[in-house]
């Protein structure tokens, strides 16, 4: 399983980021695709989740109401719109599939078994 992730950059306060999960190489269509980020001397959040099959999402509260997590099935690529940027945004985007865990679930320990690397998300003040 491969699992690549785009979109991150320099946005500033306010402003919206579009990232991209692109996976391959899943032995089913019924897995979960995860959104997690880290910011500098911080831990690992899962912040959304989708079901790739069922359609279902989840969203911490911290990007409740500003991220949108989506899937286009034919293209086996996972968005996440980021709106409303806030400096405490800023952190390493990753994207992670759960091919057995069902979110949100999938977002807790060990719940994912692949990871990409990932994208950095600047917000500037």
């Known amino acids: 399983v491969q699992l690549q992730a785009s979109g991150g950059g320099l946005v500033q306060v306010g402003g919206s980021l579009r990232l991209s999960c692109t996976a391959s190489g899943f032995a089913s269509d019924d897995y979960q695709i995860g959104w997690f980020r880290q910011a500098p001397g911080k831990g690992r959040l899962g912040i959304s989740c989708i079901g790739r099959k069922d359609g279902s999402t989840y969203y911490d509260r911290s990007v409740k109401g500003r991220f949108a997590i989506s899937s286009d099935n034919a293209r086996n690529t996972v968005y996440l719109q980021m709106n409303n940027l806030k400096p405490e945004d800023t952190a390493v985007y990753y994207c992670?599939?759960?091919?057995?865990?069902?979110?949100?679930?999938?977002?807790?320990?060990?719940?994912?078994?692949?990871w990409g690397k990932g994208t950095q998300v600047t917000v500037s003040s």
């Open positions: 992670a599939g759960a091919p057995i865990f069902r979110c949100p679930n999938a977002l807790g320990y060990n719940g994912m078994s692949y």
